[in-house]
């Protein structure tokens, strides 16, 4: 298993059109990290992300998948265009910005991407529609957190399939 998790029903692997991918939900636990990458500091990752109902799924970045503390970058899912990143630290949970993408509704079967940059304590958070073209949503400084895992996070009973993940430092 490539994936660290409190409760591995967390994660399966589905397959739909003939593709294999990564089926989060929110059963037991809200976050999973890949095993290899436990203490990033400064890195690009992305994924693709559908979600398959209407409750916020998304990255899990600089975390502990243990104690569901770093940061989030969030979709609301199905016939919304919210977002949020957001943080669980030391103080709870923090909503750095939030947002909504104009002209834009998250649809069922279609795939997005999502992607975040850090470096040192700034953080940007970026949404495509194609993987070529990016927008960014978020430009933040926060300090709490400067390392750590990164993964999929899923809240409010949450499912959404990730897939083609990258991450460069």
């Known amino acids: 298993n490539d994936w660290s998790v409190v409760d591995p029903r967390m994660l399966v692997l589905d397959k739909r059109s003939n593709k294999i991918s990564l089926l989060a939900r929110n059963i037991g636990s809200s976050v999973a990290i890949i095993r290899q990458i436990t203490n990033a500091a400064n890195f690009s ?3 693709s992300y559908t979600p398959l109902n209407s409750a916020f799924a998304g ?5 502990n998948y243990q104690t ?3 940061y989030y970058l969030m979709m609301n899912g199905l016939n919304s265009n919210k977002w949020q990143l957001y943080k669980n630290g030391k103080d709870g949970t923090k909503i750095l910005v939030t947002g909504e993408i104009n ?7 279609e795939k997005y991407y ?3 940059e850090t470096k040192g304590t700034n953080i940007k958070a970026f949404f495509s529609i194609d ?5 960014l949503l978020a430009d933040v400084s926060d300090e709490e957190f400067l390392s750590g895992g990164v993964g999929v996070a899923t809240v409010n009973g949450a499912t959404a399939l990730f897939n083609d993940f990258e991450f460069k430092q």
């Open 131 to 135: 993987n070529l073209n990016y927008t």
């Open 45 to 47: 990752f992305q994924s």
């Open 59 to 63: 990255l899990f970045f600089r975390g």
């Open 114 to 116: 999502l992607k975040v």
């Open 68 to 70: 569901g503390q770093g």
């Open 103 to 109: 002209n834009f509704e998250f649809k069922p079967g």
